[in-house]
């Protein structure tokens, strides 16, 4: 953020998106594994059980957004136009971790360590994108371009662009199209993971 804000605020408006993101993988990851018994019934559609568990985060999210909101406000901000655009990122995050869910739950089935290396790479991932540190401290190094690659930090970025810095998500085309191109290739493939692997579902299981 190019503007000066209190640490606390702008730490938690890295971490709501973050925990959103988080609890989302984590758990759609699982959602097969979980209810295996459903997964072995001819009759289910299965493809909705990353569905209801990223629904779920999103309650949990909604009010992590509110406890957001109430922090920036105690701070002496206000609500703005430019506030709502919030609800844009989070929609953003929903899809993306969709996107994300239907390649990683097909794979946890035949590889179960997949759901440590996602633990592991999301505590990673809290690093590399920009959440407990400003991302001001990349710009001129040469490696920002690096940071920009990874699709939350698009989202990360937003949240803070729309609370503090004021700006549009149309303002940043080139970063918009690099998002929803990277989200469209990854809901493509795990679409096709997903239909590739699920006749051996229930054998596996």
Known sequence: SGVEVPFVVYLTSGLVPW???SEAINNSTNAL???NYLVKKVVFKISILPLIKIIAASFIHVFFMGV???IYLVYGYRITPFTFQIIYYSLCMFILVLALSYT???VV???RDLSQIVNIAL??????TPIMWSFTKAEGTGFEWLFKLNPVFYIVNGYRQSLFDKIWFWQQPG????????TI????????????LKPHFADVL
């Not at 970063?175 to 990277?182: E, I, L, P, S, T």
């Not at 290739?185 to 590739?196: D, I, P, Q």
Request: aromatic share 40%; charged share 5%; net charge positive.
């Open 123 to 128: 505590q990673v991932g809290m690093w590399a």
């Open 104 to 106: 990683f739950c097909s």
């Open 33 to 35: 594994l979980e209810y």
């Open 175 to 182: 970063q918009f199209a690099y998002f929803w191109g990277v």
């Open 185 to 196: 290739l990854l809901f493509a493939f795990g679409t096709f993971v997903f239909k590739r």
């Open 109 to 111: 089935i035949f590889f």
């Open 19 to 21: 925990f959103f993101f």
């Open 68 to 70: 957001l909101l109430v």
